[in-house]
C-alpha cells in the first residue's frame, strides 16, 4: 500500500524505547506521527491531518493518558478518533478507568509484534473531517 494510502497512527509515549518498537511494528502498514507528551499530543491531533487512531501511554508525567484521552473526547473534530490505551502497569480496574476516560480499547505493554497490528485495526474508522 503506498504511503498516503495507510492509515495515520498517533503514537504518544513518552519512553523513547516504547515509540521506537510501537514505530517499528507499525511501519510496514501504516503512518506514524509521535507525541512525547499528553500536551503534544493534543497538538498533533488538533492540527493538520487527524489521526485515524492514537495509541495512548496512560502513565506519563504531566498531562497522564487519562486526562490526554478526557480531553480528546471534549473536542467536537477529535472525538471519534479511536483511542487505544496502552500500558505496563495492568492494575486491577486500570482496563476499566481507561474505558471511562474515553478510550476504546486497552493494550498491555510489551506488545505482542504478532499480533498487535491485528488489535488496533480491529479499531480504525474513516478519520473526521479536517
Known sequence: MSSPDRKLVLIVDDTPTNVAVVSGVLKDSFRTKVATNGEKALTIANSGEKPHLILLDVTMPGMDGYEVAQTLRNISSLNSIPIIAVT????????????????????????????????????LIPPPAT
Open 88 to 123: 505496563s502497569y495492568a492494575m486491577t480496574g486500570d482496563r476499566e478507568k481507561s474505558l471511562a476516560a474515553g478510550c476504546s480499547g486497552y493494550i498491555e505493554k510489551p506488545i505482542n509484534p504478532e499480533t498487535f497490528v491485528s488489535e488496533i485495526e480491529q479499531f
